[in-house]
């Protein structure tokens, strides 16, 4: 893997509450400058994102019911057709967790098509695998696919744990090829990416993503 090829395949992760608008300006016009895949962005930032970014390859994409899930349908409705005609055309919502562990697959798969229904938007399902069991995991994906997702994405990157090579190897097989993988949380290093690309992912999400480039 080249440097350029890690950077198209990155979401630059600009999720951090206590970022300034400084720091998300330049965090912008890095991944701008080095044509990443897209940049990830809180919803309160879609205006500078779409200020910053104009005219560049970079596409813009957003939290939904972010970082926790508990959100209702209705909210995560509103949060994703604003975000769409704000600028945003890649969601990255997170699933209601306690619903899938509950086995309320009627709950989830509708909450998800909700979204997915909502906009034109690439919507990326965010399962928080580390609250879930394995057999959770490919439930919760075959949900996502049945409702119509373009992405299966372990992490939020604010839970206990982030993508293992393990997981990204078992939500590749728990859907069909036209669902893409994206690995998110606690990736620290070059090897990480090229260990979960390896496993099946299409997608990283990552905040690091300067100090990882460095170590092409």
């Known amino acids: 893997m080249t440097k350029q090829e890690f950077l198209s395949m990155n979401d630059h992760s600009l999720l951090k509450p206590h970022l300034t608008k400084k720091e998300i300006m330049e965090g912008l016009q890095y991944a701008k400058d080095n044509h990443c895949a897209s940049v990830c962005i809180n ?76 906009t034109p938007a690439v919507v990326k399902v965010i399962l928080e695998n580390c609250y879930l069991t394995k057999e959770q995991i490919v439930k919760g994906c075959q949900l996502c696919e049945k409702a119509g997702a373009d992405f299966v994405k372990t992490s939020t990157g604010f839970a206990e744990g982030g993508a293992t090579v393990e997981d990204i190897t078992l939500m590749r097989e728990s859907v069909s090829e036209k669902v893409h993988v994206k690995a998110a949380g606690g990736i620290h290093s070059k090897e990480d990416v090229e260990a979960l690309v390896a496993a099946g992912a299409d997608r990283v999400g990552v905040s690091r993503t300067q100090a990882i480039a460095a170590e092409f």
Do not use: W
């Open 43 to 118: 919803p309160c930032n879609l205006d500078i994102a779409r200020e910053v970014l104009e005219g560049s390859d970079v596409k813009i994409g957003t939290v939904i019911g972010f970082p926790s899930g508990a959100h209702t349908t209705f909210s995560k409705v509103a949060e994703a057709i604003d975000a769409y005609a704000r600028g945003a055309v890649e969601l990255d919502m997170v699933i209601d967790i306690g619903a899938l562990r509950n086995g309320e697959y009627d709950d989830v798969y509708n909450d998800i098509k909700a979204v997915v229904d909502a």
